[in-house]
């Protein structure tokens, strides 16, 4: 399970909307409190794939893991997840997100159809990295 903010979930959605017909994409930083993930930050990303290539990718260099690892630190968090977004295509995992991801963190992905924020799911990737199981989102203040 993970718990966004109210906030964090509309600024996702938000996002969503504004990279439409492309991609965004960002980290989700907070704290793990018994055992549940609580994010109330987000570190926005530039999608720095090819321009042709951004409606349906999107990429996170080793510079922007180190940014928001610095954030975090900063803030005294740590990096919970991933959220990006998938114009016109369900917020299913692809096999890209699935080959790129690591195991504990949550990837938290938008639907944006037609410009417009839709369904929000999250999905964690099994320790044997060869699928990912939706994971509850709940909102906290």
Known sequence: MIALTADVEKRIREEGERAWPN?????LLGVLADGEKRAGVMVT???TWEAGEQYHRFIMTPEDFMRAEMEARR???EILGIYHSHPDHPARPSDYDREQALPFYS???VAVRGGRAAELTSWELTDTRDQFLEEKIILWP
């Open 23 to 27: 991609e965004c994409c960002g980290f």
């Open 107 to 109: 990837y938290v992905i």
């Open 75 to 77: 803030q005294k968090k």
């Open 45 to 47: 990303v530039a999608n």
